[in-house]
């Protein structure tokens, strides 16, 4: 196999990946996987090593100073590569599992909530006004949830229908309740048992706020309509993705201007957001498969 299909192997859908994702990240990863393919290294461990980097690399937005956040900033590129390695590992090994991909979302929200935090408290400790700079700060974080949750949302339903797989909230979760069975009469596994639990209660919920797919019965020319009504705004809901808006951050960090970065997410990204919501009901509107 050639390096570039091998590569292509390594990935997702390419009309779900964001762009920074595949000309920058990925191969960054995809070269470190090749580096360690032949080692011990488990997917879950480059997670948890991911983990530690992000989390080291947010400690630095606390000092509040220019060094600090470049250093800041390098780490948190380290982070998103190791990121992306430990999926491609997983996919080129065929050694993924339930708990590593509840682990490898994790890592997002634990790295993404911890960098908000020591950004606040970061900024806030040379402001004048510290609780103006905290709502600043939330603001921005709840807006970056918020497009997290519409992305996930809308790449998932566009996956579910285009491509032969379980609807993520029904048939797909199966697999993660199998899983917590079989190690629930098991002594130990803790932690596993808890991400687990916690990952089906979340989608339990997440199930029943928001429509679902269904998907029986539907034509190969349906699945091509559905696919050729979406492959564009699906497109552009990728650049509210994590690696984006990570991205976001990092230049303006190395710019200085970490307050650029939220007031960006909050007047651009949340409006982007907007436009694609309403673009999305528009397309939404049109004849689609049953139960979108």
């Not at 090994?93 to 970061?122: E, H, Q, W």
């Not at 808006?245 to 982007?272: E, P």
Request: aromatic share 14%; charged share 20%; with cysteine.
């Amino acid at each position: 196999m050639s390096l570039l299909k091998e590569y292509k192997s390594s990935l997702k859908s390419i009309e779900i990946e964001e762009v920074l994702d595949l000309v920058f990240y990925r191969p960054l990863a995809f070269l470190f996987v090749k580096l360690i393919y032949r080692t011990s290294l488990t997917p879950n461990q480059i997670t948890l090593l991911a983990m530690i980097v992000g989390l080291i690399g947010g400690v630095f937005f606390i000092l509040n100073t220019h060094t600090a956040f470049i250093i800041a900033g390098f780490l948190l590129i380290a982070y998103d590569v190791l990121d992306c390695a430990d999926g491609m590992l997983a996919r080129l090994k065929r050694n993924g599992s339930p708990v590593g991909r509840i682990l490898d979302g994790m890592a997002d929200y634990v790295v993404t909530i911890f960098a908000y935090i020591t950004i606040g408290i970061g900024l806030s400790s040379q402001s004048e006004n510290a609780l103006s700079t905290w709502v600043l700060v939330v603001t921005a974080g709840i807006s970056n949830a918020f497009h997290a949750i519409s992305l996930d949302y809308y790449r998932n339903r566009f996956m579910d229908m285009t491509q032969d797989r379980p609807a993520v909230l029904t048939d797909g979760l199966e697999e993660f309740r199998d899983e917590y069975e079989k190690i629930k009469i098991k002594r130990g596994y803790y932690f596993q048992k808890f991400l687990l639990k916690a990952y089906l209660r979340y989608s339990s919920v997440q199930g029943s706020v928001t429509s679902e797919n269904n998907k029986s019965g539907l034509s190969e020319q349906e699945k091509q309509d559905y696919y050729n009504n979406n492959k564009k705004i699906i497109h552009f809901w990728t650049y509210l993705g994590p690696t984006t808006q990570l991205s976001f951050m990092i230049v303006c960090a190395f710019l200085n201007r970490l307050d650029i970065y939220l007031w960006g997410l909050i007047l651009i990204g949340n409006s982007y957001a907007l436009i694609l919501f309403f673009t999305q009901k528009f397309i939404d509107k049109k004849p689609l498969p049953e139960g979108i």
